[in-house]
């Protein structure tokens, strides 16, 4: 038991304040302040101090350690150490705690656990997977970002807003290696993603895409692909090349969705559209003067076993010229024609594919299923149908036929104007005589 003389060392007989040694313990009883290490204790509660910092902050003045130096605060535990944050509808609103069972720090607040620092180093927001590729793998809602660099981010609405403020420019840059390689930005209101110097980017316009080198908009710089980089497929509902004009003031091309058109200054012959194929140049279509020539090859030098047509009239007598109409037409188009097959017996080469001939079509038999925002949620189901494979026809390749033939009936024309002339000579000799007999 303390004895009264002892107690009495502690008590103020001034003030009632209760002390130990200068500074030691001291509890300043008008303020209900107490001090370790220090007679004037500036927390609202407990002020450590083994050396005076600086004058504790006021919102956060109730437990103080003061210190020169490095300080410290130590939470021992065997297995879970916490801080609380409460009021007085609920003690444990939020906290901090450090669990030792899996060496993991955890930050909760409203009673739920929003973050974690996994014992990798990984920091895991919104779920608690110790596996941090599940946000990936399993659509989890969160964030992760891992130890090595990586960033994982899933969510059910936008997952990442970056705003730059008041000016145009940067907005995110990339890197390798300490050196910048690219960069997404603003200009002008439009998106902008650039390479490195000397690299093309893009600038996301109104209603365009334009082309970036440098950082800056450049003209008839850059180029869509390479020779061995192509690109697959271009759906478009139009292409333009150059500058086309309908007067020919200038060379261009363009491809809209049912036309195309090409224009050249030049009224000298043109190329506007060339054909090959493992043969070379097979055709070409060019203009000239006012005109405009649709060339298929035909040098003799490409040819070989050349004879000539000695049956013309007998196999023009053979085609089938007919009067119908398309069945999308209507019977109120009718035009003049062949049937494909009727002629491939006489001209094959004028005519493609096989009589009654059938092809496999794929084609959709249930529609694809998009949510709001057009995005596919379910697949469209594809389904496989025969349909016809139309024959098709090239009525000049039958132009050598017909010629062959009309030079055959030519012939036999002029023939028949020379016995026709011989006869009549004949006859008017024959007439002659006659005459000359009965004026005797």
């Not at 409203?110 to 590729?133: C, N, P, Q, W, Y």
């Amino acid at each position: 038991m303390t004895r009264a003389r002892d107690l009495a060392a502690f008590v103020s007989n001034a003030d009632g304040d209760i002390k130990f040694d200068t500074d030691t313990l001291f509890v300043d009883s008008s303020t209900n302040r107490v001090g370790i290490g220090t007679a004037t204790p500036e927390a609202n509660l407990l002020h450590l101090v083994d050396s005076d910092v600086v004058a504790p902050n006021a919102d956060a003045d109730d437990l103080v350690i003061e210190k020169t130096g490095d300080t410290g605060l130590s939470i021992l535990s065997t297995s879970t150490g916490r801080i609380y944050f409460g009021d007085a509808a609920n003690d444990d609103a939020g906290s901090i705690r450090y669990v030792h069972s899996d060496n993991s720090m955890r930050f909760e607040t409203d009673d739920v656990e929003r973050m974690r620092i996994d014992s990798d180093g990984h920091v895991l927001v919104g779920h608690t997977s110790a596996d941090v590729d599940t946000l990936v793998d399993n659509n989890t809602v969160g964030i992760t970002l891992k130890a090595n660099g990586e960033i994982l981010a899933s969510s059910t609405a936008t997952v990442c807003t970056l705003e730059r403020e008041n000016s145009d420019g940067d907005i995110l840059e990339f890197r390798k290696d300490g050196a910048t390689i690219g960069s997404i930005g603003i200009v002008g209101g439009g998106l902008t993603i650039d390479g490195e110097s000397g690299h093309t980017g893009l600038r996301f316009a109104n209603d365009s895409v334009l082309p970036r080198d440098n950082g800056a908009d450049t003209n008839e710089a850059d180029d869509l692909g390479a020779t061995n980089n192509k690109w697959r497929n271009l759906y478009s509902i139009g292409v333009y090349t150059g500058s086309v004009s309908t007067s020919g003031a200038s060379t261009g091309v363009s491809v809209d969705a049912n036309r195309i058109k090409s224009s050249s200054p030049s009224t000298g012959f043109v190329y506007h559209a060339r054909f090959y194929n493992p043969n070379g140049q097979v055709g070409y279509i060019a203009t000239q003067n006012s005109g405009t020539v649709y060339i298929t090859s035909s040098d003799y030098r490409l040819k070989e076993n050349v004879a000539d047509i000695s049956d013309g009239i007998t196999r023009v007598k053979q085609l089938a010229p007919k009067r119908f109409n398309f069945i999308s037409d209507g019977a109120d188009v009718v035009v003049d024609g062949f049937l494909a097959h009727e002629a491939q017996t006489v001209v094959p080469e004028a005519v493609t594919g096989t009589k009654d001939a059938m092809m496999d079509e794929e084609y959709e038999v249930k529609a694809a299923v998009t949510d709001d925002d057009g995005a596919i949620i379910e697949e469209a189901e594809m389904g496989t149908r025969s349909v016809p494979d139309y024959q098709g026809i090239d009525q000049s390749k039958i132009v050598p036929l017909l010629t062959a033939a009309l030079q055959e009936a030519i012939a036999k024309i002029e023939t028949l104007e020379t016995q026709n002339t011989t006869q009549a000579t004949q006859i008017a000799d024959l007439i002659t005589r006659v005459e000359a007999l009965e004026a005797e």
